[in-house]
């Protein structure tokens, strides 16, 4: 956990939704949030039902709107239904929208480029039409490795047009971490660029593309979109640029979209879990447009002119369902930016709010601190009077993280919506609405429409107001995943999610809610690390590091990280013949950077002659945490372990 719970129940402050917000917003008042709120819970079908039809279009409407059993678990939404997800972001707004900027690209270096719903819907057809040339149908899965570039959002919707399934591997991940990915769900095709550019630095794609690509039998084709000038190596056979392909006179500029039935799979998105590989949570068409379309639009209030900028990579839930399903679906104008917070200086990101007069500004809580640190002189070198709404999502927010970006960045006139939620969930679950809701820093404040979340004890009783507990979701709600890759009977959902308290969805957050009835998230309570909002299985880095030959045994942990929230802190016990150095230090950490990716580089490495193990045998975690956080007066009772000694050369040789 990210926070002590003892400095948030001090967090008395409160911020009730300015007038001005509230008198133009979509849900104007707490009353009314509240009543719509009770009908969604009460009647579930008939505020889904009214949703579904006044923000999605429906080529055939549903016979039923919701079938479910969390026992099993199975969930259908909108059964029956038709439509296709490319052509509610697109087709249907080109009669009123066909001008109007869809995406605004920001290059790492400043370079702009400007899709109007036009342009965008162009591209997507012409690139629907090449996938459909490379022999890519139904049902069939692409992965995608491609940097924050406009093909990437282009490939997504090409896919959901045709009706193939994209699975989107964020470009930070190593070569064998796509390699898995692409095995798990035998993509035929995969789309990556040469390179990739990030705060001035080249992110060699192509070549961990072809690394990756040793061992996937599945793929058949590559393309590769030339993102720099430079050279990389082509196979003949098999890679093929996306510009010869998509200029090609024969590609015809449209391709009828596909009709998807309301429960064909839309996406699969690799997330880390407390146990084992990464699992490809599974997102389907229906109810995860009509979720992302609507929360996207009350949460961010989204106003037809205004320009929103979400900070997150399209390689995450944030970015598939808030830079691209979500706005596009509502017609929005949806900025993303290549490159990062701090290049070439802490004001980047203000200075694209300047620039395209952003009005709504979506980001991390790590970010957030990471400009914090930087000095408040940063957003007053820019005008950012153009902001109305902030949002976080990724990580609980500390208050004083909060209290900096309402007023350093919103001026103490922008509310802010802290939204939490999960790959898994696909759209908000827990967010205030900013005409609706009275903030108080740190606290996501209120469920959302037909999402019924309650704080449990270990024994599954109710946890007491103010009282930590278990976070579970009790009803289903449109967007959320229908089971994970290569698990048709829902086997494993069936574990991880529903049998830890049985019927309910676990979410793996600890949480408690308020006297006022507002929640506020505590952080993680599995073996699931929240490093800057990315979520680590510890499983995963213990995994990577017995794979190298130096490592017997290895246990990793989170410990509190002023910047990134948790950091990754490893115990390693070395195989004989092995001796502890500041050299095989750095080789285990660039082993783990190799294995997953640099998102896994552990902050500190101790070198441990033993592990803390009860008799029969099981790490005791709960002491490895205490010794990474520094609470070494604390550790509990250590009486049950095998050999308490190794407990206190631990607390010695802490780094
Ligand atoms: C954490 C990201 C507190 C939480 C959308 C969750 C949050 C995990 C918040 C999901 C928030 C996300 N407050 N914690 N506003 N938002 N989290 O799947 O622990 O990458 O379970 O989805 O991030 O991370 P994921």
Same mark, same amino acid.
């Given at each position: 956990m990210t926070q002590g719970i003892d400095v948030l129940l001090k967090e008395q402050r409160v911020f009730p939704p300015p007038k001005e917000i509230s008198?133009?917003?979509?849900?104007?008042?707490?009353?009314?949030?509240?009543?719509?709120y009770k009908r969604s819970v009460e009647d579930p079908e008939g505020f889904w039902a009214e949703v579904a039809e006044q923000n999605i279009t429906w080529y055939k409407k549903w016979d039923k709107v919701l079938d479910y059993d969390f026992e099993k678990p199975y969930i259908k939404w909108f059964i029956n239904g038709k439509l296709n997800a490319s052509y509610n972001c697109l087709d249907r707004n080109l009669d009123s929208l066909r001008n109007k900027a869809a995406l605004v690209w920001e290059a790492d270096d400043?370079?702009?480029?400007?899709?109007?719903?036009?342009?965008?819907?162009?591209?997507?057809?012409?690139?629907?039409?090449?996938?459909?040339?490379?022999?890519?149908?139904?049902?069939?899965?692409?992965a995608v490795y491609l940097p924050m570039i406009p093909e990437l959002p282009i490939t997504m919707l090409a896919c959901a047009r045709i009706g193939a399934i994209h699975s989107v591997v964020f470009a930070g991940f190593s070569a064998q971490s796509l390699r898995d990915r692409i095995n798990d769900c035998g993509a035929k095709l995969l789309i990556t660029a040469n390179q990739g550019v990030r705060g001035g630095r080249i992110v060699p794609l192509k070549a961990n593309a072809d690394q990756a690509l040793e061992g996937t039998p599945s793929i058949e084709k590559v393309v590769v979109v030339k993102r720099t000038p430079n050279f990389v190596d082509m196979d003949p056979q098999r890679d093929f640029w996306w510009h010869?392909?998509?200029?090609?006179?024969?590609?015809?500029?449209?391709?009828?979209?596909?009709?998807?039935?309301?429960?064909?799979?839309?996406?699969?998105?690799?997330?880390?879990?407390?146990?084992?590989?990464?699992?490809?949570?599974?997102?389907?068409?229906?109810?995860?447009?009509?979720?992302?379309?609507?929360?996207?639009?009350?949460?961010?209030?989204?106003?037809?002119?205004?320009?929103?900028?979400?900070?997150?990579?399209?390689?995450?839930?944030?970015?598939?369902?808030?830079?691209?399903?979500?706005?596009?679906?509502?017609?929005?104008?949806?900025?993303?930016?290549?490159?990062?917070?701090?290049?070439?200086?802490?004001?980047?990101?203000?200075?694209?709010?300047?620039?395209?007069?952003?009005?709504?500004?979506?980001?991390?809580?790590?970010?957030?601190?990471?400009?914090?640190?930087?000095?408040?002189?940063?957003?007053?070198?820019?005008?950012?009077?153009?902001?109305?709404?902030?949002g976080t999502v990724g990580e609980p927010i500390n208050p004083e993280a909060w209290m900096w970006y309402y007023k350093h960045v919103g001026r103490e006139r922008c509310p802010i919506v802290?939204?939490?939620?999960?790959?898994?969930?696909?759209?908000?679950?827990?967010?205030?609405?900013?005409?609706?809701?009275?903030?108080?820093?740190?606290?996501?404040?209120?469920?959302f429409f037909g999402v019924v979340p309650r704080v449990l004890k270990e024994d599954g009783s109710p946890a007491g107001v103010n009282e930590g507990g278990y976070l579970v979701i009790e009803k289903p709600w449109p967007g959320m995943l229908r089971g994970t890759w290569g698990d048709p009977e829902n086997k494993r959902i069936k574990e991880v999610y529903f049998s830890r308290f049985p019927g309910k969805y676990f979410t793996g957050?600890?949480?408690?809610?308020?006297?006022?009835?507002?929640?506020?998230?505590?952080?993680?309570?599995?073996?699931?690390?929240?490093?800057?909002?990315?979520?680590?299985?510890?499983?995963?880095?213990?995994?990577?590091?017995? @794979?190298? =030959?130096? $490592?017997? *045994?290895?246990? +990793?942990? %989170?410990?509190?990280?002023?910047?990134?929230?948790?950091?990754?802190?490893?115990?390693?016990?070395?195989?004989?013949?092995?001796?502890?150095?500041?050299?095989?230090?750095?080789?285990?950490?660039?082993?783990?950077?190799?294995?997953?990716?640099?998102?896994?580089?552990?902050?500190?490495?101790?070198?441990?002659?033993?592990?803390?193990?009860?008799?029969?045998?099981?790490?005791?975690?709960?002491?490895?945490?205490?010794?990474?956080?520094?609470?070494?007066?604390?550790?509990?009772?250590?009486?049950?372990? @095998?050999? =308490?000694? $190794?407990? *206190?050369?631990? +607390?010695? %040789?802490?780094?």
């Open positions: 008198e133009k917003a979509y849900i104007k008042s707490m009353a009314e949030y509240e009543a719509m400043g370079e702009v480029r400007t899709y109007t719903y036009w342009q965008l819907y162009r591209e997507v057809n012409r690139f629907a039409n090449v996938l459909k040339k490379l022999g890519i149908k139904k049902g069939d899965r692409v010869d392909l998509i200029n090609d006179p024969e590609i015809s500029n449209y391709c009828e979209p596909e009709v998807m039935d309301a429960e064909d799979p839309l996406f699969i998105l690799y997330t880390s879990g407390s146990t084992g590989k990464p699992k490809g949570v599974l997102h389907t068409t229906g109810g995860y447009m009509v979720y992302v379309n609507v929360t996207f639009k009350w949460v961010f209030d989204y106003k037809p002119e205004e320009t929103f900028f979400c900070t997150a990579d399209i390689g995450w839930v944030t970015g598939h369902s808030y830079i691209v399903y979500g706005p596009l679906s509502a017609g929005a104008t949806s900025l993303m930016f290549e490159g990062v917070p701090t290049y070439p200086n802490p004001g980047r990101f203000w200075e694209i709010v300047e620039k395209h007069r952003v009005n709504i500004f979506y980001t991390a809580p790590t970010a957030i601190r990471a400009l914090m640190r930087e000095g408040e002189q940063w957003p007053y070198k820019y005008d950012l009077s153009s902001l109305r709404i902030l802290d939204t939490w939620w999960q790959t898994e969930t696909g759209g908000f679950m827990i967010t205030p609405l900013p005409g609706a809701m009275t903030l108080k820093p740190g606290s996501a404040t209120r469920p957050d600890g949480a408690r809610v308020d006297e006022d009835g507002d929640y506020w998230l505590m952080g993680r309570i599995d073996d699931v690390i929240n490093v800057s909002g990315h979520r680590i299985g510890t499983a995963e880095v213990e995994s990577a590091l017995v @794979a190298h =030959p130096a $490592v017997a *045994e290895a246990a +990793v942990v %989170g410990f509190p990280h002023d910047i990134k929230g948790e950091g990754i802190y490893v115990y390693v016990v070395l195989k004989e013949g092995y001796e502890p150095s500041r050299d095989l230090e750095k080789l285990l950490i660039s082993h783990i950077r190799h294995m997953i990716g640099p998102i896994a580089t552990p902050d500190k490495i101790q070198f441990a002659g033993g592990l803390p193990k009860t008799r029969s045998g099981k790490i005791m975690r709960r002491i490895l945490r205490k010794i990474a956080s520094g609470a070494i007066e604390d550790l509990g009772d250590t009486s049950t372990l @095998a050999d =308490p000694s $190794v407990v *206190e050369e631990l +607390v010695t %040789g802490r780094k």
